[in-house]
Protein backbone atom coordinates (compact mmCIF):
# COMPACT_ATOMS: atom_id res chain seq x y z
CA UNK A 1 0.00 0.00 0.00
CA UNK A 2 1.31 3.71 -1.00
CA UNK A 3 2.27 5.56 2.09
CA UNK A 4 2.17 9.23 2.53
CA UNK A 5 4.98 12.09 3.98
CA UNK A 6 4.74 15.01 4.38
CA UNK A 7 5.64 18.62 5.72
CA UNK A 8 2.94 21.20 7.77
CA UNK A 9 3.00 24.73 8.38
CA UNK A 10 1.67 27.78 7.74
CA UNK A 11 2.53 29.28 5.69
CA UNK A 12 3.49 25.98 3.11
CA UNK A 13 3.61 26.72 0.08
CA UNK A 14 7.13 28.27 -0.96
CA UNK A 15 8.66 24.55 0.86
CA UNK A 16 11.09 23.13 -0.78
CA UNK A 17 10.89 19.94 1.04
CA UNK A 18 7.93 17.98 -1.14
CA UNK A 19 10.22 18.77 -4.43
CA UNK A 20 13.67 17.57 -2.60
CA UNK A 21 12.14 14.43 -0.85
CA UNK A 22 9.75 13.38 -3.91
CA UNK A 23 12.67 13.51 -6.30
CA UNK A 24 14.21 11.16 -3.64
CA UNK A 25 11.68 8.61 -3.62
CA UNK A 26 11.28 8.53 -7.24
CA UNK A 27 14.94 7.94 -7.73
CA UNK A 28 15.04 4.86 -4.88
CA UNK A 29 11.82 3.88 -6.53
CA UNK A 30 10.07 4.04 -2.85
CA UNK A 31 6.20 3.48 -2.97
CA UNK A 32 6.11 7.21 -0.48
CA UNK A 33 4.60 10.42 -1.92
CA UNK A 34 5.62 13.46 0.22
CA UNK A 35 2.82 16.27 0.11
CA UNK A 36 2.32 20.21 1.58
CA UNK A 37 -0.16 20.34 3.89
CA UNK A 38 -1.44 23.68 5.04
CA UNK A 39 -2.66 23.77 8.68
CA UNK A 40 -4.35 26.51 10.34
CA UNK A 41 -3.43 26.87 14.28
CA UNK A 42 -6.77 26.03 15.83
CA UNK A 43 -6.51 22.35 13.28
CA UNK A 44 -2.99 21.01 14.64
CA UNK A 45 -4.46 18.89 17.14
CA UNK A 46 -6.88 17.71 14.02
CA UNK A 47 -4.55 17.45 11.43
CA UNK A 48 -2.18 15.06 13.39
CA UNK A 49 -5.18 12.77 14.56
CA UNK A 50 -6.20 12.56 10.62
CA UNK A 51 -2.89 11.90 9.77
CA UNK A 52 -2.47 8.69 11.65
CA UNK A 53 -5.91 7.14 10.11
CA UNK A 54 -4.97 8.28 6.45
CA UNK A 55 -1.86 6.13 6.83
CA UNK A 56 0.57 9.27 6.73
CA UNK A 57 3.48 8.03 8.67
CA UNK A 58 5.99 10.64 8.46
CA UNK A 59 6.35 14.49 8.78
CA UNK A 60 8.03 17.71 9.02
CA UNK A 61 7.06 20.15 11.08
CA UNK A 62 7.53 23.70 9.98
CA UNK A 63 6.53 27.46 11.23
CA UNK A 64 5.00 27.80 13.31
CA UNK A 65 4.87 24.34 14.73
CA UNK A 66 7.84 23.47 15.73
CA UNK A 67 7.16 24.26 19.28
CA UNK A 68 3.37 23.41 19.59
CA UNK A 69 3.68 19.82 18.10
CA UNK A 70 5.47 18.85 20.85
CA UNK A 71 2.36 18.45 23.40
CA UNK A 72 1.10 15.95 21.09
CA UNK A 73 3.86 13.44 20.49
CA UNK A 74 4.45 10.16 22.15
CA UNK A 75 8.23 10.15 22.63
CA UNK A 76 10.68 12.70 22.00
CA UNK A 77 14.05 12.00 20.96
CA UNK A 78 17.00 13.38 23.46
CA UNK A 79 18.39 16.13 20.84
CA UNK A 80 14.96 17.58 20.34
CA UNK A 81 13.98 17.58 23.84
CA UNK A 82 17.64 19.92 24.25
CA UNK A 83 16.55 22.16 21.41
CA UNK A 84 13.42 22.33 22.71
CA UNK A 85 11.55 21.79 19.42
CA UNK A 86 11.06 18.92 16.57
CA UNK A 87 11.34 19.77 12.90
CA UNK A 88 10.34 15.76 12.00
CA UNK A 89 7.81 13.59 13.12
CA UNK A 90 7.57 9.40 12.71
CA UNK A 91 4.64 6.93 13.22
CA UNK A 92 6.02 3.87 14.36
CA UNK A 93 3.65 1.31 15.96
CA UNK A 94 0.59 3.37 16.14
CA UNK A 95 2.86 6.45 18.06
CA UNK A 96 3.85 9.92 16.89
CA UNK A 97 7.47 10.26 17.70
CA UNK A 98 9.51 13.56 17.69
CA UNK A 99 12.85 14.44 16.31
CA UNK A 100 15.15 17.50 15.56
CA UNK A 101 17.19 17.13 12.64
CA UNK A 102 17.83 20.22 12.08
CA UNK A 103 21.09 20.33 14.46
CA UNK A 104 22.18 17.17 12.54
CA UNK A 105 21.86 18.96 8.83
CA UNK A 106 23.87 21.56 10.01
CA UNK A 107 26.73 19.12 11.40
CA UNK A 108 26.75 17.28 8.65
CA UNK A 109 27.13 20.36 5.80
CA UNK A 110 29.46 21.72 8.34
CA UNK A 111 31.21 18.33 7.73
CA UNK A 112 30.64 16.61 4.59
CA UNK A 113 30.40 19.92 2.53
CA UNK A 114 32.78 22.31 4.67
CA UNK A 115 35.24 19.42 5.24
CA UNK A 116 35.14 20.97 9.30
CA UNK A 117 34.72 18.99 12.33
CA UNK A 118 33.57 21.88 15.01
CA UNK A 119 35.31 19.17 17.89
CA UNK A 120 37.63 22.10 19.93
CA UNK A 121 36.86 24.81 17.72
CA UNK A 122 35.32 28.26 18.50
CA UNK A 123 32.09 29.59 16.79
CA UNK A 124 30.49 32.80 16.49
CA UNK A 125 26.75 32.19 16.38
CA UNK A 126 24.51 35.09 15.44
CA UNK A 127 21.04 34.19 16.52
CA UNK A 128 19.26 33.23 19.52
CA UNK A 129 15.70 31.89 17.90
CA UNK A 130 14.66 28.26 16.91
CA UNK A 131 17.40 27.51 14.12
CA UNK A 132 20.34 28.72 16.40
CA UNK A 133 19.12 26.36 19.33
CA UNK A 134 19.81 23.62 16.89
CA UNK A 135 22.87 24.65 16.08
CA UNK A 136 24.24 25.48 19.44
CA UNK A 137 22.82 22.01 20.77
CA UNK A 138 24.86 20.48 17.64
CA UNK A 139 28.21 22.18 18.32
CA UNK A 140 27.38 21.62 22.23
CA UNK A 141 27.38 17.64 21.43
CA UNK A 142 29.89 17.77 18.88
CA UNK A 143 32.08 19.39 21.61
CA UNK A 144 33.36 22.37 20.24
CA UNK A 145 35.07 24.76 22.61
CA UNK A 146 33.32 27.48 22.56
CA UNK A 147 30.29 29.17 21.30
CA UNK A 148 29.36 32.66 21.49
CA UNK A 149 26.06 34.01 21.17
CA UNK A 150 25.98 37.28 19.26
CA UNK A 151 22.21 38.64 19.35
CA UNK A 152 20.22 41.76 18.32
CA UNK A 153 18.44 41.66 22.09
CA UNK A 154 21.55 40.87 24.18
CA UNK A 155 19.38 39.63 27.16
CA UNK A 156 17.72 36.89 24.67
CA UNK A 157 21.62 35.35 23.83
CA UNK A 158 22.93 35.38 27.43
CA UNK A 159 19.50 33.55 28.54
CA UNK A 160 19.98 30.95 25.75
CA UNK A 161 24.10 30.67 27.06
CA UNK A 162 23.45 30.47 30.53
CA UNK A 163 20.46 27.27 29.68
CA UNK A 164 22.59 25.44 26.92
CA UNK A 165 26.09 26.25 29.69
CA UNK A 166 23.76 23.78 32.51
CA UNK A 167 23.06 21.24 29.69
CA UNK A 168 25.94 20.99 27.65
CA UNK A 169 28.69 20.40 30.15
CA UNK A 170 31.61 20.18 27.41
CA UNK A 171 31.07 22.84 25.62
CA UNK A 172 31.46 26.82 27.09
CA UNK A 173 28.88 29.23 26.36
CA UNK A 174 28.67 32.75 26.16
CA UNK A 175 26.99 35.57 25.00
CA UNK A 176 27.57 38.90 23.41
CA UNK A 177 25.48 41.72 21.87
CA UNK A 178 25.85 43.34 18.61
CA UNK A 179 28.31 46.19 19.49
CA UNK A 180 31.61 46.36 17.41
CA UNK A 181 34.17 46.57 19.98
CA UNK A 182 32.77 43.10 21.13
CA UNK A 183 32.33 41.39 17.85
CA UNK A 184 35.61 42.31 16.52
CA UNK A 185 37.31 40.87 19.56
CA UNK A 186 35.02 37.47 19.04
CA UNK A 187 35.92 37.64 15.28
CA UNK A 188 39.49 37.62 15.94
CA UNK A 189 38.95 34.42 18.25
CA UNK A 190 36.55 32.41 16.35
CA UNK A 191 37.52 29.85 13.41
CA UNK A 192 33.85 29.08 12.11
CA UNK A 193 30.84 31.85 11.92
CA UNK A 194 27.28 31.27 11.63
CA UNK A 195 24.28 33.09 11.05
CA UNK A 196 21.27 31.74 12.14
CA UNK A 197 19.30 35.10 11.76
CA UNK A 198 17.17 35.65 8.93
CA UNK A 199 19.45 38.59 8.27
CA UNK A 200 20.64 37.99 4.28
CA UNK A 201 17.43 37.47 3.38
CA UNK A 202 15.71 39.97 0.45
CA UNK A 203 13.89 41.94 3.06
CA UNK A 204 16.28 42.46 5.41
CA UNK A 205 19.81 43.95 4.36
CA UNK A 206 22.73 43.34 5.72
CA UNK A 207 23.47 46.15 8.15
CA UNK A 208 21.51 44.77 10.62
CA UNK A 209 24.35 42.04 11.32
CA UNK A 210 27.36 44.56 12.01
CA UNK A 211 29.92 42.91 10.79
CA UNK A 212 33.01 44.58 8.75
CA UNK A 213 35.31 43.31 5.25
CA UNK A 214 38.52 43.47 7.77
CA UNK A 215 37.29 41.58 10.31
CA UNK A 216 37.54 38.55 7.94
CA UNK A 217 40.55 36.21 7.73
CA UNK A 218 41.42 33.28 5.75
CA UNK A 219 41.14 30.74 8.32
CA UNK A 220 37.31 31.75 8.72
CA UNK A 221 34.54 29.14 7.76
CA UNK A 222 31.41 31.48 7.53
CA UNK A 223 28.26 29.49 7.45
CA UNK A 224 24.62 31.26 5.83
CA UNK A 225 21.56 29.30 7.22
CA UNK A 226 19.43 31.32 4.74
CA UNK A 227 19.36 29.82 1.47
CA UNK A 228 17.44 32.68 -0.49
CA UNK A 229 19.78 34.28 -1.94
CA UNK A 230 22.06 31.08 -2.30
CA UNK A 231 24.69 33.83 -2.32
CA UNK A 232 23.99 36.03 0.97
CA UNK A 233 25.98 39.53 1.28
CA UNK A 234 28.00 38.28 4.29
CA UNK A 235 28.70 34.98 2.04
CA UNK A 236 29.92 37.68 -0.10
CA UNK A 237 31.59 39.93 2.11
CA UNK A 238 33.75 36.21 3.69
CA UNK A 239 34.32 35.57 0.13
CA UNK A 240 35.96 38.39 -0.80
CA UNK A 241 38.05 38.02 2.39
CA UNK A 242 39.18 35.18 1.86
CA UNK A 243 37.43 33.15 4.24
CA UNK A 244 35.76 29.88 3.60
CA UNK A 245 31.77 29.78 3.22
CA UNK A 246 29.00 27.93 3.19
CA UNK A 247 24.89 28.38 1.89
CA UNK A 248 21.92 27.64 3.72
CA UNK A 249 20.91 24.94 1.38
CA UNK A 250 23.60 22.24 3.30
CA UNK A 251 21.62 22.62 6.23
CA UNK A 252 18.08 22.12 5.07
CA UNK A 253 19.29 19.08 2.32
CA UNK A 254 20.79 16.84 5.14
CA UNK A 255 18.03 17.87 7.85
CA UNK A 256 15.83 16.49 4.84
CA UNK A 257 18.44 13.30 4.50
CA UNK A 258 17.78 12.94 8.12
CA UNK A 259 14.73 12.55 8.19
CA UNK A 260 14.03 10.35 5.20
CA UNK A 261 16.42 7.61 6.90
CA UNK A 262 14.27 8.05 9.83
CA UNK A 263 11.22 7.54 7.66
CA UNK A 264 12.47 5.27 5.09
CA UNK A 265 15.35 3.59 6.57
CA UNK A 266 17.16 4.10 3.53
CA UNK A 267 20.38 6.16 3.18
CA UNK A 268 18.87 8.52 0.54
CA UNK A 269 20.61 9.71 -2.62
CA UNK A 270 21.99 13.31 -1.50
CA UNK A 271 22.98 14.74 -5.44
CA UNK A 272 19.49 14.16 -6.29
CA UNK A 273 18.19 16.31 -3.43
CA UNK A 274 20.82 19.03 -3.91
CA UNK A 275 19.81 19.05 -7.37
CA UNK A 276 16.39 19.84 -6.75
CA UNK A 277 17.09 22.26 -4.33
CA UNK A 278 19.61 23.99 -6.32
CA UNK A 279 17.23 23.85 -9.46
CA UNK A 280 14.67 25.45 -7.58
CA UNK A 281 16.46 28.54 -5.83
CA UNK A 282 18.68 29.12 -9.48
CA UNK A 283 15.32 29.74 -10.73
P1 LIG B 1 13.51 32.91 14.80
O1 LIG B 1 12.43 33.90 14.50
O2 LIG B 1 13.27 31.83 15.78
O3 LIG B 1 14.83 33.71 15.30
C1 LIG B 1 15.30 34.81 14.62
C2 LIG B 1 16.65 35.27 15.19
O4 LIG B 1 17.18 36.24 14.30
C3 LIG B 1 16.57 35.92 16.55
O5 LIG B 1 17.76 35.68 17.24
C4 LIG B 1 16.43 37.41 16.18
O6 LIG B 1 16.97 38.29 17.15
C5 LIG B 1 17.30 37.49 14.95
N1 LIG B 1 16.86 38.54 14.04
C6 LIG B 1 15.65 38.60 13.41
N2 LIG B 1 15.60 39.70 12.63
C7 LIG B 1 16.78 40.34 12.79
C8 LIG B 1 17.33 41.54 12.25
N3 LIG B 1 16.64 42.29 11.40
N4 LIG B 1 18.58 41.89 12.63
C9 LIG B 1 19.28 41.14 13.48
N5 LIG B 1 18.82 40.00 14.04
C10 LIG B 1 17.59 39.60 13.68
O7 LIG B 1 13.94 32.31 13.39
P2 LIG B 1 14.66 30.91 13.10
O8 LIG B 1 15.71 30.73 14.13
O9 LIG B 1 13.65 29.85 12.91
O10 LIG B 1 15.31 31.16 11.66
C11 LIG B 1 16.43 32.02 11.47
C12 LIG B 1 16.89 31.93 10.01
O11 LIG B 1 17.41 30.64 9.75
C13 LIG B 1 15.76 32.14 8.99
O12 LIG B 1 16.26 32.93 7.93
C14 LIG B 1 15.45 30.75 8.48
O13 LIG B 1 14.99 30.75 7.15
C15 LIG B 1 16.84 30.10 8.58
N6 LIG B 1 16.75 28.65 8.70
C16 LIG B 1 17.40 27.88 7.78
C17 LIG B 1 17.37 26.53 7.87
C18 LIG B 1 18.09 25.72 6.84
O14 LIG B 1 17.80 24.52 6.75
N7 LIG B 1 19.01 26.29 6.09
C19 LIG B 1 16.64 25.83 8.95
C20 LIG B 1 16.00 26.73 9.89
C21 LIG B 1 16.07 28.09 9.74
P3 LIG B 1 16.07 38.89 18.35
O15 LIG B 1 16.16 37.88 19.46
O16 LIG B 1 16.75 40.16 18.68
O17 LIG B 1 14.68 39.08 17.81
Known amino acids: MKKYLGIIGDPIEHSLSPIMHNAALEKQKLDYIYLPFQVTPDNLKDALKGFKALNIVGVNVTIPYKVAVMSYLDQISEEAALIGAINTIHLKDGKWIGYNTDGIGF ?7 GGTDPEGLRVLLFGAGGAARAVAVQLGLSKAKEIVIANRTRKRGEDLAKELGGKISTTSFR ?19 VNATPVGMKSI ?31 KM ?24 IWTGMEPPIEVMRRAILDQLKK
Open 107 to 113: LRSLRED
Open 175 to 193: AVGFTPGELKEEMKKAQII
Open 205 to 235: TQKELPLKLEWFRPEHLVVELVYRPLKTPLL
Open 238 to 261: ARSAGASILSGEGMLLYQGAEAYK
